[in-house]
């Protein structure tokens, strides 16, 4: 064999050895443990929503799942994490819409939309514009010709600045001309019981802490942000529908794993996932903590996590919002 025919020989079946090493992990994938890392403490909606899918991911899959939780900065300090992990399907993030407000809202050590890639949106939890009685209004109509006629005087309560009962307000009022004034809280919690109070007569807060108010007649609720209606209010119309056409702002929740895991594994986890999400199991225990199970390619939510990043980067821009 000549010199040359022998380096394309070495060449060649080191090149083979490389497609072989790459796409083994794939074949075999998973045969060790994997974990999904939660941004949000132990008890959290996505927390919660994550060990619900994790259970049947492991059943299907074949290897255990492990819920993680690494809490701090919005969930800032998981999602770098993950985007810092191996690219082997090992290391999952449960996102949240926070992940796609946190970027315009400070510098972060990573990019949220290229380093990071969708698997699948797993969750939503409906959110709710509910108001006190006293405020006088039944319908999104109402409060938009109520705060065009006392501009600046009517306040929402908020979970805090950048949150997205933050945003959903500052959305109606980029949408409808009007101008709500926050009124921030440390917490959803004590927002609502304000509220509730009459101290602030209305917020944006999830529909599963705020329906029991509205069923019980102490608030009122005049419309869900989403663009369906919710599962456990049907009779709650959307924004759109009430009156202010392509308002969205939605409370979801969904899995990556960091930019660059093989897309074998990339679709094997998504297809485990889907069908996790279509088990009346799941959709039973996901249901049951006020949540609307979802679904979807890797592709519908790499456009659903661009639009996302879009629409609230362009808000807190134009209203000139940051976070001290």
């Not at 959803?188 to 009459?198: P, R, T, Y």
Request: proline fraction near 7%; aromatic fraction near 6%.
């Amino acid at each position: 064999m000549s010199h040359n025919r022998a380096i394309a020989a070495v060449l060649g079946l080191a090149l083979g050895a490389a497609v072989f090493a790459g796409s083994a992990p794939a074949q075999d994938y998973p045969n060790r443990p994997a974990r999904i890392v939660v941004g949000f403490g132990p008890g959290s909606v996505a927390d919660i929503v994550a060990r619900v899918v994790a259970t049947r991911v492991s059943q299907t899959l074949g290897q255990q799942f492990v819920v993680e939780n690494r809490t701090g900065a919005g969930s800032n300090i998981a999602a770098e994490f993950v985007a810092r992990a191996p690219k082997d399907g090992y290391t999952l993030f449960m996102a949240t819409v926070a992940n796609t407000i946190n970027p315009a809202l400070g510098q972060l050590n990573f990019d949220f939309g290229k380093d990071l890639a969708p698997l699948a949106l797993v969750a939503n939890v409906p959110q709710m514009l509910v108001t006190h009685p006293s405020l006088g209004v039944s319908s999104i109509k109402e409060l938009i010709a109520l705060a065009k006629s006392k501009p600046e005087e009517i306040q929402y309560a908020s979970s805090g600045v950048g949150t997205l009962s933050h945003l959903s307000a500052e959305l109606l009022n980029h949408s409808a001309g009007i101008k709500l004034m926050q009124v921030p809280y440390p917490g959803s919690a004590q927002a609502l019981n304000d509220v509730i109070a009459g101290r602030v007569p209305l917020m944006f807060g999830p529909a599963s802490t705020t329906w029991g108010s509205v069923q019980a007649g102490k608030l009122k609720a005049l419309s869900v942000t989403e663009t369906k209606r919710a599962a456990m209010a049907p009779d709650v119309p959307t924004m759109s529908e009430a009156g202010v056409p392509g308002y969205a702002a939605s409370i979801w929740m969904g899995l990556l794993a960091p930019a660059g895991t093989p897309q074998p594994v990339v679709d094997k986890l998504s297809g485990a996932i889907n069908e996790a999400l279509k088990s009346a199991e799941v959709q039973k225990a996901i249901r049951n903590q006020g949540v609307d199970p979802l679904g979807g390619s890797p592709a519908e939510f790499a456009q659903h996590i661009d639009g996302e990043l879009k629409k609230w980067s362009g808000l807190i821009k134009a209203a000139g919002i940051k976070r001290k």
